[in-house]
């Protein structure tokens, strides 16, 4: 997948800030010539910021990352946040994840897929 081709972006709920953070996501997306999708089952690729604020927040992230794999295999998915730069179990050796940006990086997300 390049970006160029057309995509279909599922920008994942967070828990922390989920409101800014999926609109953010979704205006990045479009103004790279995504299309935002609502439903994660036929979308190319997740975008999720995820949070460390707490252990149920870390865990809550990697069931949800799990959930978003089984619903849809093919589905690339691509974090950013908090606990993409925390120590601990490496989120990018997850199934469902093709990509761990740092958080310092995320505004450079979709742009690192070309």
């Given at each position: 997948?390049?970006?160029?081709?057309?995509?279909?972006?599922?920008v994942?709920?967070?828990?922390?800030?989920?409101?800014?953070?999926v609109?953010?996501?979704?205006?990045?997306?479009?103004?790279?010539?995504?299309?935002?999708?609502?439903?994660?089952?036929?979308?190319?690729?997740?975008?999720?910021?995820?949070?460390?604020?707490?252990?149920v927040?870390?865990?809550?992230?990697?069931?949800?990352?799990?959930?978003?794999?089984?619903?849809n295999?093919?589905?690339r998915?691509?974090?950013?946040?908090c606990?993409?730069?925390?120590?601990?179990?490496?989120?990018?050796?997850?199934?469902?994840?093709a990509?761990?940006?740092?958080?310092?990086?995320?505004?450079?997300l979709?742009?690192?897929?070309?």
């Open positions: 997948m390049r970006l160029g081709e057309p995509v279909g972006v599922f994942v709920p967070a828990s922390f800030d989920g409101e800014r953070v609109a953010a996501g979704a205006r990045r997306a479009g103004a790279a010539g995504c299309t935002v999708e609502h439903d994660p089952g036929v979308a190319d690729l997740a975008v999720g910021n995820t949070c460390a604020v707490t252990d927040e870390e865990r809550k992230g990697r069931q949800l990352l799990r959930a978003l794999h089984l619903s295999p093919a589905l998915i691509a974090i950013t946040g606990q993409a730069e925390v120590p601990g179990p490496d989120l990018g050796a997850l199934d469902a994840v990509l761990v940006v740092p958080n310092r990086d995320k505004d450079t979709l742009a690192s897929l070309e």
